[in-house]
T-cell receptor
Framework: TQLLEQSPQFLSIQEGENLTVYCNSS?????LQWYRQEPGEGPVLLVT?????EVKKLKRLTFQFGDARKDSSLHITAAQPGDTGLYLC??????????????FGTGTRLKVLA | GAGVSQSPRYKVAKRGQDVALRCDPI?????LFWYQQALGQGPEFLTY????????KSGLPSDRFFAERPEGSVSTLKIQRTQQEDSAVYLC?????????????FGPGTRLTVT
């Protein structure tokens, strides 16, 4: 069974601080996605990374896919209250039945205080 | 533009009742996914449709769960004889392509509470 563990589980920080969220697995994935989910809504895709060692930047967010494609990190610079939410990583791979499936991580709940 | 919509948004069922949850994907999207999300956790995969074909139902927790997408657009997730452990948010997502990696767009979910 593929498992994606995220750490920390909860994070409460002051506006302007930096933070990093980690997503780790013992399994290799062919792609890795990060989502943000707000209460009462579905997850919204932030980024997809597909190459080991790949780094993508989206404004104040930096995403990295591990060299072995088993782990990933999300770094937020100068966090803002609008960054508050549940952050989810999802590892993608082909299945034995020929489909492609994403397995979601355990989630990191971030609260940014003004 | 129209995103993925789900109805009802909230459903309260007495234990033992049957429920039906509806998903309207983005028009023209080939792939449709159902997930179950417990409070504060990540979504767990239930089933996958490519057009009207249900290609993966490995995540359905029991034979009380049944999903269909008869015309390759709207999908319904049915839960028979609901149990308290079925209480969760049920999310639907759709994608424009089959195969991956893909971008999946989620609906707002249906929160099911079984009393």
């Amino acid at each position: 069974t593929q498992l994606l563990e995220q750490s920390p589980q909860f994070l409460s920080i002051q506006e302007g601080e930096n933070l990093t969220v980690y997503c780790n697995s013992s399994s290799v994935f062919s792609s890795l996605q990060w989502y943000r989910q707000e209460p009462g809504e579905g997850p919204v895709l932030l980024v997809t990374v597909v190459t080991g060692g790949e780094v993508k930047k989206l404004k104040r967010l930096t995403f990295q896919f591990g060299d072995a494609r088993k782990d990933s990190s999300l770094h937020i610079t100068a966090a803002q209250p609008g960054d508050t939410g549940l952050y989810l990583c999802a590892g993608g791979s082909s299945t034995t039945s020929g489909t492609y499936k994403y397995i979601f991580g355990t989630g990191t709940r971030l609260k940014v205080l003004a | 533009g129209a995103g993925v919509s789900q109805s009802p948004r909230y459903k309260v069922a007495k234990r033992g009742q049957d429920v039906a949850l509806r998903c309207d994907p983005i028009s023209g999207h080939v792939s449709l996914f159902w997930y179950q999300q417990a409070l504060g956790q990540g979504p767990e995969f239930l089933t996958y449709f490519q057009n009207e074909a249900q290609l993966d139902k490995s995540g359905l927790p029991s034979d009380r769960f049944f999903a269909e997408r008869p015309e390759g657009s709207v999908s319904t997730l049915k839960i028979q004889r609901t149990q308290q452990e079925d209480s969760a948010v049920y999310l639907c997502a759709s994608s424009a392509i089959a195969g991956g990696p893909y971008e999946q767009y989620f609906g707002p979910g249906t929160r099911l509470t079984v009393t």
